[in-house]
């Protein structure tokens, strides 16, 4: 596992080279967004004692098993720890893998997990969690989520945008790492996502595949771009509204 420190409040756990776990540092201890694979687990509690910080919640962005498959080793190491969940996601953690009638009716990708620890709170976009502000940002999965630090304008986007491989949009296909793309349940969604985090303008990106980069705001305009071209879309500003 390698660990970097990011600005005051964020700390990056890298498994494997490439499965990212953060440790948010808050007034009362750690919020840990995402928690890997089962077996990294203890390596995160670990982290988190070696800096003499308690883990107070468990906070991932969707559920796939590199983003959720840790959490019930995890939260049997810190029981005192709150599951926070994004609401949609949440339901496929109990195996239902239904599609609600206003959703694409695409295929689900990517590798998923049933685990048996239940969300002490499910949350939706624009709610707050400690300094994060949540962000809907579907299109790799239904109810996938990112994170705003509202303190030094950090997002932790998930699988929203990738940086291994090269800076891209989820759904994007990168040789080098294409995991992410081959995972994303719907691009056009994920576009758009994509270009609602860019509005933010954000001071940093942290994601759960690659480095956190420090302004990001020109690679993540590359990135869109690069998937509107992708998509055959001539407008950048092309919104799910106007599809439908």
């Known amino acids: ?16 080279g490439f499965v990212n776990v953060f440790l948010l540092r808050e007034d009362d201890g750690f ?17 988190a004692r070696e800096v003499g910080t308690p883990i107070m919640r468990i906070l ?15 939260h049997a190491l810190v029981p005192e720890a709150q599951l926070v969940m994004p609401a949609r996601d949440a339901r496929f953690l109990t195996g239902d ?17 049933i685990r048996t620890t239940r969300p002490s709170r499910l949350v939706q976009d ?8 949540v962000i809907a940002t579907p299109g790799h999965t ?26 891209a ?10 995991l992410v793309a081959f995972a994303t349940w719907h691009k056009e969604l994920a576009l758009e996502s994509a270009r609602k985090l860019r ?8 994601v759960g595949h690659g480095a956190t980069l420090e302004r990001p705001a020109a690679a993540m305009d590359r990135a869109i771009a690069e998937a509107a071209r992708s998509l055959g879309q001539r407008s950048e500003r092309n919104s799910v509204a106007a599809r439908q």
């Open 126 to 133: 624009g709610d707050r969690v400690g300094s994060l502000q």
């Open 31 to 47: 919020t840990v967004i995402d928690t890997g694979l089962e077996g990294d687990a203890k390596a995160i509690a670990q982290a």
């Open 142 to 167: 239904p109810g996938h989520v990112s994170y705003l630090d509202t303190r030094d304008g950090t997002i932790i986007a998930g699988d929203a945008f990738q940086t291994m491989g090269g800076v």
């Open 97 to 113: 893998m239904t599609l609600d009638a206003d959703e694409p009716q695409v295929k689900l990708r990517g590798g998923w997990v």
């Open 1 to 16: 596992m390698k660990r970097v420190q990011h600005g005051d409040h964020l700390i990056q756990l890298t498994f494997y």
């Open 199 to 206: 509005e933010l303008d954000p001071a940093r990106l942290a």
């Open 60 to 74: 991932p962005t969707h559920a796939h098993a590199d983003h959720c498959g840790g959490l019930d080793a995890l």
């Open 169 to 178: 949009v989820s759904g994007t296909f990168k040789p080098l790492f294409p």
